[in-house]
Every structure is written in C-alpha cells, then in structure tokens.
C-alpha cells in the first residue's frame, strides 16, 4: 500500500494562499495634504499670492529666508498663519494673519492693531502684508507695507497640529501715498509649529509682525 506525501512546501503555500483570501485590506494612513496659503489682493495693486510647501522652522533664532507657510505659535501662546514667498535673494513677500485668543472653530473679526493686542481680553485677529522684503536687511524698508485689519476669519478645524480656515480682508497702508487693498478668496491649511523664532522683536523693522505684538 502506497502512502501519498504533500510535499512540506506545498502546505505552506496553500496556507498563505488562505490566510491571504481571509484578511481585510489594510487601509493606507492618511496624509496631511500640503501646507497652503492663498488669497486675491486688487486695489493699490493687484495678483494672487499662493505659497505651497514648508521648511525645517528653527525653535529659535531667524526664520529661514525660503518658501514656505505654516502656522507658528510661540511661548506665550501666540498663533499666526505666516507665509513667506521667496523672490530674487534677498527679496521676498510676507503674510502674516495673528489670531488672538483663538483655538475653536468659528468666525472672528479682523479688527484694527491698536484693537487687537496680546493683553486684549477678547478674540480678534490683525495681520500685515509685505511686498519686495530685503530679508538680510532690517535697515531697507519693505517696498509696500500694509496693516490687515478690517474682516472676518473662519477658522474651519484646528488642534495641536493644524489649523484650516477661510477670510476676507481690507487693509491700510503703513506710509502715506499708497490706496488700500482689498484680500478676497483667502485660504490656510498649514501645520502648527511651535518656534520661538516667530517672536515680534525678532523681526525688528521688517514689520513682519503687527505692531503691539
């Protein structure tokens, strides 16, 4: 009487062969999408800014001259959605869009400088648009300076990584001679990088930083 043997290796492929029928497909981890900041300007002048991407942001010292946006919040508990957009060294263009005591979702007022400050007991949001940033030169003044303050910002999600929202704004220019502008169709998704880098005196002259902050 012959005895049938099924070879050792045989088994093991039937084994995995069903193991394999019988498990659920792994789902991929989700991927935060890439770090925006965008809005319209027209008015004093008009164009899009749009900066995609993000950088190695230092815990201290001088924010990198580079592309790149992301939401900073410092020591004192301070967050801002800030890009800057990198031109010809050493040149560039920088947002920044302060959110005072905020850290729901809702929709807050953009209010003016002297209104909204870090001993201000209440939410409120104030920002600065700068255009042609000599970013080595704290001495040269930036080629068009404007205060963002009138408007409404939605914040549409935030928590300790990241915050999404939406805003409208109007601005007033920092010196004598130059209209208003008007920011339409304004976005963020930016991740939330805690640095002491974004400080107010760290950016100096450059008015990077609303006045009072």
């Known amino acids: 009487m012959k005895t049938h043997r099924t070879p050792l290796l045989s088994l093991l492929v039937v084994a995995l062969l069903i193991a394999g029928c019988d498990r659920s497909p792994v789902e991929p981890e989700p991927v935060d999408p890439e770090p925006t900041t965008s809005f319209t300007y027209s008015g004093d002048r ?23 946006t992301a939401g900073l919040r410092t020591e004192n508990g301070t967050l801002a959605v800030a890009a800057l957009r990198a031109g010809d060294t050493p040149m560039a263009d920088a947002f920044v869009l302060a959110l005072h005591r905020i850290s729901t979702p809702g929709t807050y007022t ?5 209104e909204c400050r870090l001993d201000t007991p209440t939410s409120c949001a104030v920002g600065t648009l700068n255009f042609g940033v000599d970013w080595f030169n704290r001495s040269v003044a ?8 009138a408007g409404s910002v939605t914040v549409t999600s935030i928590d300790a990584d990241r915050i999404r929202g939406t805003f409208v704004a109007s601005t007033r220019p ?30 100096g002259t450059l008015q990077l930083w609303p006045h009072g902050w």
């Open 46 to 68: 008009s164009g899009s800014f749009q900066v995609r991407g993000t950088t190695m942001l230092p815990s201290s010292g001088e924010l990198p001259y580079a592309t790149w």
């Open 142 to 149: 930036p080629a068009a300076s404007y205060m963002i303050e």
């Open 110 to 114: 953009i209010t003016r400088n002297s």
């Open 174 to 203: 920092t010196s004598t001679g130059n209209a208003t502008l008007s920011l339409t169709s304004g976005s963020f998704d930016v991740p939330i990088v805690r640095t002491e880098a974004a400080r107010p005196a760290s950016l």
